[in-house]
């Protein structure tokens, strides 16, 4: 594992700084630090600050140019998840796309499906959410029950979704339905891409622990697509699926490794501009949470090294999965005791600290991409070889 950067990578890295910096103020300065993964703030402002990105060239980092993407190696993309996260920009409003659709699409779309969509990704002409959870079926995934049937060239589909993140924002969403009742329950399963905006679907939001409304319940009533939306063969929706879970637990995690980085630096200011860097104990807390962020980052790299060598990322992603979200509550458990009382205060229309934000929010990490438990099972399972979990 190299963990240095060539002279033509710092060039890089300076490009970037420069490109932030001229573009990063204005109209765009407000978003400095905004937005997160189940924070909404500043949506609008943020696509228009997505949609410069992509005009400037950093939304299809690595991604092939034939389908809007520019080249890059994968020490150029943590390069700019680096810089990105440093200079304070916003959280991604494309996330969905980018870091969990696209790889799909490039991993199992045919031709006329890259072309189609993966522009409108890197451009945010198109927002996507991922309507895998249904309410009888979260962590047991293949036991979901949203039925799709086809019809000549079309798919009607009913049945419900939940804790479907940015549906009310999203004009599409890649759908895992059952579509071969008789097949054994991981074998029934097809990927669908469906247009929101249609009669026959309904969003239903539902208000978080912050009272944002980040994630929804939608509702398929006859809704329909047609059979060239259809991502891979009938039936292969279930392997589709836990490649995106995998790029959800493994990719994807650079991104919270810099913000994470950014929040320690943050909590570390905090302790200090209330003399509590002197405490003890909260020392000994903040060494500890330095200590096993950089734990975190250098298993990212060797995540990423995999990445590069073998070209595509496994069940080890678990241990990540199994490591940040715990690592991250801890530092926000942390920050309110930093903050004392005034962790409690909560201001005008529930508007929260960002320390006390980030303290409720952390809670769901745990569960999204995979519970804990869950993963435990997958790294004993998968990983560790033991025997699998009585069923
Ligand atoms: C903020 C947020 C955003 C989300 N966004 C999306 C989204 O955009 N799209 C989407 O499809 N889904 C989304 N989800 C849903 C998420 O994937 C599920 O919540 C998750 O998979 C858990 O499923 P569940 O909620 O049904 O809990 P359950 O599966 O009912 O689990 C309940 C508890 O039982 C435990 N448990 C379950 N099975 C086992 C087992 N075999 N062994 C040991 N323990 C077990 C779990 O660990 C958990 O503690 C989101 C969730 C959150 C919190």
């Given amino acids: 594992m190299n963990i240095g950067f060539t002279a033509e990578e710092e060039q890089f890295a300076a490009q970037i700084r420069a490109w932030l910096r001229d573009n990063l103020t204005g109209e765009f300065a407000h978003l400095i630090g905004k937005g997160g993964s189940q924070n909404d703030e500043f949506y609008e402002d943020r696509l228009r ?9 950093w939304t299809g980092l690595g991604w092939p140019q034939e389908y809007g993407g520019r080249p890059a190696t994968v020490n150029q993309r943590v390069i700019f998840e680096y810089e990105y996260a440093q200079s304070g920009a916003p959280y991604r409003v494309g996330f969905q796309g ?3 659709l696209g790889p799909l699409l490039l991993a199992f779309a ?4 890259k072309h189609r969509f993966i522009p409108r990704i890197l451009s945010s002409e198109d927002v996507w959410a991922q309507g895998f959870s249904e309410p009888g079926a979260g962590s047991d995934l293949a036991s979901l ?3 799709a049937v086809q019809e000549g060239d079309r798919w009607i589909i009913n049945g419900q979704k939940i804790w479907t993140s940015h549906a009310h924002q999203s004009n599409w969403i890649y759908l895992l339905c059952r579509t071969e009742p008789d097949a054994a329950k991981h074998k029934g399963l097809t990927l669908l891409l469906v247009p929101l905006d249609q009669p026959g679907v309904e969003v239903r939001p539902i208000m978080n622990i912050f009272q944002g409304d980040e994630f929804n319940e939608v509702f398929f009533t006859d809704a329909v697509t047609t059979d060239d939306l259809r991502v891979g063969e009938r039936g292969q929706g279930w392997q589709i699926a836990m490649t995106t879970l995998e790029f959800e637990r ?3 995690v650079l991104a919270y490794q810099m913000q994470f980085e950014n929040e320690f630096q943050a909590a570390l200011t905090l302790a200090k501009d209330r003399g509590l860097d002197h405490d003890p104990v909260m020392r000994d807390r903040l060494a500890e949470s330095y200590a096993e962020l950089q734990v975190m980052r250098y298993n990212n790299l060797r995540t990423l090294t995999r990445l590069m060598r073998r070209g595509k990322l496994g069940s080890e992603t678990s241990l990540a999965k199994l490591f940040w979200p715990g690592w991250h509550q801890s530092l926000t458990e942390l920050t309110m005791d930093l903050l004392g009382p005034d962790g409690e205060v909560v201001g005008a229309h529930y508007s929260l600290d960002p320390f006390a934000r980030n303290f409720l929010l952390s809670r769901a990490e745990s569960i999204y991409g ?3 438990q869950i993963h435990l099972n997958i790294v004993s399972e998968r990983v560790l ?7």
């Avoid at 070889?385 to 069923?391: A, L």
């Fill in 110 to 113: 045919n031709e006329q499906q």
């Fill in 145 to 147: 029950s949203t039925r």
């Fill in 98 to 100: 980018t870091n969990l």
């Fill in 370 to 372: 995979g519970t804990h």
């Fill in 250 to 252: 493994g990719t994807a």
């Fill in 385 to 391: 070889g033991m025997p699998r979990e009585p069923r």
């Fill in 49 to 57: 600050w997505e949609r410069l990105l992509y005009d400037g060239g």
